[in-house]
C-alpha cells in the first residue's frame, strides 16, 4: 500500500504544477497528465504543435525533484489522443472565473454575463486550444477553449 | 543498414513542408485573425511531422539535414504562397486531402496514434479554408478574380494527391471541393497534365529556396540547439 500513497502524493504534487499558457489551470485539471504509475507519471501533448509541451514536461520534472520524487520518470503518449473532455469540472469553473468561456458542446457562453448571443470573431486565438469570441449582449471579447 | 521507412517520410515531409510555407505568413497575414490562424495551423503541421518522422529516424536531422531530391512530400505543398488567396487555395485543395488520408489511417497499426490526434485538428484546417474560399469567391470581382488564379495556379498539382494508394479518397475529395465551390459560386478550374514527382525526389524549384531557408541554421552551424 506505499505504493498507493506516493502515487497519491504525486498527484498532489502535480495538481499544483500550472500550465504555462493558461496558469489558472493545473496539468491535472487540463488532463495533460493521464496517469500515475508506481515509478512514471504519462502525460499526453494536447495539439501535436504545442510549443508549450517541453515547458510544461520541464515543470513536472522541477515539481517532481523538488519534492522528493527524483525517481520518477515521465513518458509522453499521443493514443488516445486529447480531448477537451477530459478538462475536470474544477478545470472548467476556472476557466469561467478566468474570464475563457470552457469547451462545451451546446454553443459557448460569455464567461463575463452567461449570454449565449455570442460570435466568433477568428476560429485561431491566441494558442491553438483557443478561439476568439465576442460577446453581443456585453460586447465583451473573450477566449473560448475549442472543443476538441 | 535498416530501409528508411518511406511511408512515414511522405507523411512527414507533406506536413513539414506546408508548415513551414504556412509560418512564411507569420507577421505578414493581411489581418491579426488570418496571421494567428495559419500559425496555429503551422504549429499543428510540424507537430505532426515531428511525430511521424519520428517513426523514420532522429526528426530533426532529417528536416534540416536532408536536400532536396530526399524529401517525399507532394508538390502542391512546395508551391509558393503567392498572395493570400493561393494560400488558401493550396490549404483548401491539400486539408481536404489530407483529413481523408488520416481518416483512414485511423485504423492503422504502423500509424494510427498519430492519425488519430492529427485528424482533429486537421478538420479545423480543411474547415478554415473552405469557409476562405466561399469568402473570397463570393466576395468582390477583386477577391473572387484573386481565388480563380489560386486556384488556377494549385490545381494541376492535385492529381498527385490521388497516386497509388490513394486512389479511392478521389471521389470523396471531389464531392467535398465541389461542394465548397458551389458554395463560392465558382467553377471548377480546368484539368491540365498532371505534374507528378515529389513522391519520387523530382521536386520543383520552389522546394531548393524553402530549405535554404528553413536549413540555414543546422547548415551553417551543425548541430547547434538553443
Known amino acids: 500500500m506505499v505504493s ?8 498532489e504534487v502535480l495538481r499544483h504544477v500550472p500550465d504555462p499558457e493558461i496558469p489558472v489551470l493545473s496539468v491535472v485539471d487540463l488532463g495533460i497528465v493521464r496517469e500515475v504509475r508506481d515509478d512514471a507519471v504519462v502525460i499526453t501533448p494536447t495539439y501535436t504543435g504545442c510549443p508549450a509541451t517541453l515547458a510544461i514536461e520541464k515543470s513536472i520534472r522541477e515539481a517532481l525533484d523538488a519534492s522528493g520524487h527524483s525517481d520518477m520518470r515521465i513518458e509522453t503518449a499521443i493514443s488516445p489522443p486529447w480531448t477537451t473532455d477530459w478538462i475536470s469540472d474544477e478545470g472548467r469553473a476556472k476557466l469561467r472565473a478566468y474570464g475563457i468561456a470552457p469547451p462545451s458542446k451546446h454553443g459557448a457562453r460569455c464567461p463575463q454575463c452567461d ?14 486550444c483557443k478561439a476568439l469570441y465576442r460577446c453581443r449582449d456585453c460586447g465583451e471579447p473573450f477566449d473560448l477553449f475549442k472543443c476538441h | 543498414m535498416q530501409p528508411i521507412n518511406e511511408r512515414a517520410l511522405k507523411l512527414g515531409d507533406d506536413s513539414l513542408i506546408l508548415g513551414q510555407r504556412l509560418s512564411e505568413w507569420c507577421g505578414h497575414a ?14 499543428d503541421l510540424i507537430g505532426q511531422a515531428t511525430l511521424f518522422l519520428g517513426r523514420a529516424g532522429d526528426p530533426d536531422a532529417l528536416a534540416f539535414r536532408r536536400d532536396v531530391l530526399d524529401f517525399r512530400n507532394c508538390l502542391l505543398v512546395e508551391q509558393p504562397n503567392g498572395d493570400f488567396a493561393q494560400t488558401v487555395a493550396r490549404l483548401f485543395l ?9 481518416r483512414d489511417l485511423c485504423s492503422s497499426d504502423e500509424f494510427g496514434d498519430i492519425a488519430r490526434k492529427s485528424v482533429k485538428e486537421v478538420a479545423y484546417h480543411a474547415r478554415y479554408a473552405s469557409e476562405w474560399v466561399v469568402r473570397l469567391g463570393d466576395g468582390t470581382d477583386e477577391s473572387r478574380g484573386r481565388m480563380i488564379a489560386g486556384l488556377d495556379w494549385m ?19 471531389d464531392a467535398r471541393i465541389d461542394a465548397v465551390l458551389g458554395d463560392a459560386g465558382l467553377d471548377r478550374p480546368k484539368d491540365s497534365r498532371p505534374i507528378l514527382g515529389g513522391r519520387k525526389g523530382h521536386h520543383s524549384e520552389h ?16 548541430g547547434a540547439t538553443w
Open chain 2, 207 to 222: 522546394l531548393g529556396h524553402l530549405l535554404t531557408e528553413m536549413q540555414f541554421l543546422q547548415r551553417a552551424y551543425p
Open chain 1, 115 to 128: 449570454s449565449a448571443g455570442v460570435e466568433e470573431v477568428s476560429r485561431f486565438g491566441s494558442t491553438p
Open chain 1, 4 to 11: 498507493a500513497q506516493a502515487t497519491h502524493e504525486v498527484l
Open chain 2, 94 to 102: 491539400f486539408s481536404n486531402w489530407q483529413e481523408l488520408m488520416l
Open chain 2, 155 to 173: 490545381w494541376r498539382f492535385t492529381p498527385e494527391l490521388f497516386e497509388g494508394d490513394a486512389a479511392p479518397l478521389r471521389g470523396e475529395w
Open chain 2, 30 to 43: 493581411p489581418m491579426l485573425e488570418v496571421d494567428l490562424a495559419l500559425a496555429n495551423i503551422a504549429l
